[in-house]
């Protein structure tokens, strides 16, 4: 997910455009700024990429999804579904609306099981939010439609999966939005920052205006307004600088899935070695944005014994089974409600008990993916030297067992 790797002379001059005017603010300062609006053109650049008409910068993708939640009216007394496999923003930002985040299983696309998702939705089921994990595609379609029967609105977590496609059309354009983020080591990164994508004029003006305090935005979509509010709101704004390493990025984002498609290609034949493996199921694998190669043993003991080897050989591949940020069960402050609250809140309401109680055995179709699963990050660029020493840890591990 490596943005990082292809810094060069574009993000220089971007961001020193910005610096020569003076303002870091993505609103006002109108002759100052003379005409920059990096923040602004970097919305409208990333919405057309996306295929839909709006777009929101935010201060982070966790934002991203706070602001979508927020701007879709859920709040205490509300449930959200998302999926045991994550990283733990998805559910952060359930809890800070007020919500209850319940969580539905994997299959073997790693992303939402739509079968499970429909026997998890309730009459307080406020959102959805499959995530799109690891480049690739949950089945979208089937999720909306489910949802759409409900009348549920999506919001899908695209955080790892910005340029990405799935039938023609790109992830985060498939729901109600599209939540992103551009962190230190997401595909294209800003530093910090996020956005969210909707064709949906209202959802976006509130979340335009809920971002920048309740500021009035309608007299001056995509700007400030009037000077009146209709709501409280926060500060997620991104500033002109995050804006300008967006610009330089996305610029660089197809050719950096290319690489990366390449790569995996080869890293992938190189996994091929280890008898018994599958691979997990991309839906679309035109529109892989390759990020990751996630890969399955036939049980839990060769997936240990081989992650062993390869660790052993220089080529040790992330076993999420075990990972504290990204799986259900490892979540310790999740499933014993720990928070800084006095009252307990949002695990419970003020005076009361606990809402809700989090069972770690939750989740078994999951725990027997995950517990069989390996995955390698793939880098933009790899290097002939690189891929030699994991197609020789492959090999190694091959025989071991
Ligand atoms: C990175 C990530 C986020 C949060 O993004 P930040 O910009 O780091 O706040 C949310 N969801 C998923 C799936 C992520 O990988």
Not at 36 to 54: D, P, Q, S
Not at 76 to 101: C, K, M, N, R, Y
Not at 103 to 121: H, S, V
């Amino acid at each position: 997910m490596p943005g990082f790797e292809v810094f060069g002379e574009e993000e220089k001059k971007e961001i020193m455009e910005v610096l020569d005017t003076g303002v870091l603010f993505r609103y006002e300062f109108g002759e100052q700024r003379r005409g920059v609006y990096k923040v602004r053109t970097f919305e409208e650049k990333f919405a057309a990429y996306c295929g839909v008409k709006y777009g929101q910068a935010v201060t982070s993708g966790t934002a991203a999804l706070k602001v979508a939640l927020a701007a879709l009216g859920v709040g205490v007394g509300d449930e959200v579904i998302t999926q045991g496999f994550t990283f733990v923003a998805t559910w952060e930002a359930i809890l800070d609306v007020g919500a209850i985040p319940v969580f539905a299983e994997i299959d073997e696309t790693l992303n939402m099981d739509p079968a499970d998702l429909e026997k998890k939705i309730t009459d307080r089921t406020r959102a959805i939010i499959p995530v799109h994990m690891m480049g690739a595609p949950a089945r979208i379609e089937e999720i909306v439609a489910i949802a759409d029967r409900h009348n549920i609105p999506v919001i899908e977590d695209t955080a790892q999966a910005a340029g990405a496609v799935l039938n023609g059309r790109r992830l985060g354009s498939f729901g109600a939005c599209g939540t992103f983020s551009f962190d230190a080591v997401k595909t294209m990164t800003t530093g910090e920052g996020g956005m969210v994508v909707t064709n949906d004029q209202t959802l976006w003006r509130n979340m335009s205006e809920y971002h920048d305090h309740g500021h009035d935005h309608a007299v001056n979509p995509g700007g400030r307004g009037g000077e009146g509010r209709s709501f409280v709101g926060f500060n997620f704004r991104m500033m002109e600088l995050q804006g300008a390493m967006g610009l330089a990025q996305l610029a660089k984002l197809d050719g950096m899935i290319a690489s990366q498609r390449k790569n995996k290609a080869a890293m992938k034949e190189a996994v091929n070695q280890l008898p018994g493996v599958t691979f997990r199921t991309i839906l679309d694998e035109a529109g892989d944005s390759a990020t990751f190669l996630a890969f399955l043993l036939p049980d839990a003991a060769k997936t240990r014994k081989v992650n062993e080897v390869l660790a052993a050989n220089g080529a040790g591949a992330v076993y999420f089974a075990v990972n504290t940020w990204h799986y259900y069960p490892k979540w310790e402050h999740l499933l014993g409600g720990k928070t800084l609250a006095h009252n307990g809140w949002p695990f419970a309401d003020p005076g009361s008990k606990r809402k809700v109680v989090y069972d770690p055995q939750a989740l078994p179709k999951s725990a027997a993916i995950m517990d069989r699963t390996l995955v390698y990050q793939v880098p933009v660029k790899l290097s002939a030297e690189r891929l030699a020493q994991i197609r020789d840890a492959l090999a190694k591990a091959a025989a071991a067992i």
